[in-house]
Nanobody, 123 residues
Framework: QVQLVESGGGLVQAGGSLRLSCAAS????????MGWFRQVPGKERDFVAA????????YYADSVKGRFTVSRDNAKNTVYLQMNSLKPEDTAVYYC????????????????WGQGTQVTVSS
């Protein structure tokens, strides 16, 4: 069992930045690929970004490329999502995910989810 706890969400103006963090409970954190998804009411949970076990490969949805950066600190069992140049359409609940798969993942590829953190971008 892996418990994931997100933090760092909030309200920000368009053009601003936020950094999300996701702390994992397991010492085997480095053996999991980690990802971020987001969801707005009435829509499916969409892939945002992912990072491989070793931190050597990162993957992004086209909508966030060049603006978001995913990283991880295996010593701290934590994965981050740095979000810059935020747009109102980035408003969503953001979820941290742990998976055994690498690359651009689907929600059904995820083994564990965090509880989600709200990000609201005002225009």
């Amino acid at each position: 069992q892996v418990q994931l706890v997100e933090s760092g969400g909030g309200l920000v103006q368009a053009g601003g930045s936020l950094r999300l963090s996701c702390a994992a409970s397991r010492r085997t954190f480095s053996s999991w690929a980690m990802g971020w998804f987001r969801q707005v009411p009435g829509k499916e949970r969409d892939f945002v970004a992912a990072i491989s076990f070793s931190d050597s490969n990162t993957y992004y949805a086209d909508s966030v490329k060049g603006r978001f950066t995913v990283s991880r600190d295996n010593a701290k069992n934590t994965v981050y999502l740095q979000m810059n140049s935020l747009k109102p359409e980035d408003t969503a609940v953001y979820y941290c995910a742990a998976t055994t798969l690498s690359g651009i993942i689907r929600d059904y590829d995820v083994d564990y989810w965090g509880q989600g953190t709200q990000v609201t971008v005002s225009s």
